[in-house]
């Protein structure tokens, strides 16, 4: 703990601290039960039905949109922030899918196809994922309108302009591709409609990470970082790797995360 948070942090007896617990447990009931509420609204949200055909580089060959769900009704395409010619793929989308393996064995039970789309060509994204030892699937939308139509990439015009659509509203752009979630459903006759897309801060919930840093005392502890997540690396990139191999995960010497996160920026 840092001299700081043990300044302000009073030390009681077991009685005080089960009854501050008790009245912030209250507030976590509450909060659960709100985000509940946020969820069922998100299930009755309207569909939009999806009429271009979108093709994806896979390990086993071009897919439609279509063809990703594999035989399930649901469909979740994580954007994962890695452009063409990137050196690797973003570090707090890994960060994400060092918690997707694990998923989609879950979803896949519960008729969910998991899958993490990204605008690098296929050869790239499989050297990096081999690098990474994830297993989960991840597909290529290199030469297709797919990030685009969903505002997860920028054109060159777009990043000369200054302005993008992104989470919903124009803004700066900060790189030529941005992290996001789709959702989508097919019906028996094979249609597809899209029914959810969530960005920026709203992806948190998929980083299992970051909800046990809001449970210790130091918590996320970036105060003072640009951006806030500039201490995140790759898992087998950080100077203390304590599960990594170290023979073929050496520490590397620290860089300038933007200048690296957003190459040729």
């Known amino acids: 703990m ?25 507030k976590e009931k509450k909060l659960t039960r709100e985000r509940d509420a946020i969820a069922a609204a998100r299930r009755k949200l ?19 949109l279509a063809q990703l769900f594999e035989g399930r009704s649901q469909l979740v395409v994580y954007h994962f922030m890695m452009g063409p010619g990137w050196p690797a793929g973003c570090p707090g989308c890994s960060m994400i899918a060092d918690h997707l393996n694990g998923s989609v064995t879950h979803l896949a039970n519960r008729d969910v196809t998991l899958i993490a789309v990204s605008r690098a060509p296929l050869p790239e994204i499989e050297a990096f994922q081999k690098r990474m030892a994830w297993t989960f699937k991840w597909a290529s939308s290199y030469g297709s309108d797919f990030n685009y139509d969903y505002h997860v990439s920028c054109t060159k015009d777009e990043l000369d302009q200054g302005e ?36 920026a801060r709203q992806l948190e919930t998929l980083m299992g990470v ?40 050496e520490p590397v010497p620290a860089v300038n995360w933007v200048e690296w996160f957003f190459p040729g920026r």
């Not at 700066?172 to 789709?182: A, D, L, N, Q, T």
């Not at 790759?234 to 073929?248: G, I, K, L, S």
């Open 2 to 26: 840092t001299s700081s948070a043990t300044e302000q942090t009073k030390v009681v007896s077991r009685e005080e601290w089960l009854a501050a617990r008790k009245e912030l447990l209250e």
């Open 210 to 249: 970051y909800t046990y840093l809001d449970m210790v005392p130091k918590g996320r502890n970036e105060e003072g970082l640009r951006p806030p997540s500039a201490w995140l690396r790759h898992h087998d990139r950080y100077e203390q790797n304590y599960y990594a191999d170290p023979v073929e995960s």
């Open 46 to 64: 309207p569909w939009v039905k999806v009429d271009q055909e979108y093709v994806f580089d896979t390990p086993k060959g071009k897919r439609t």
């Open 164 to 199: 993008i659509y992104y989470n919903y509203r124009i803004q700066k752009p900060m790189s030529e591709e941005r992290p996001g979630v789709s959702v989508f459903y097919k019906d028996e006759d094979g249609e597809v409609f899209h029914t959810y897309s969530a960005y």
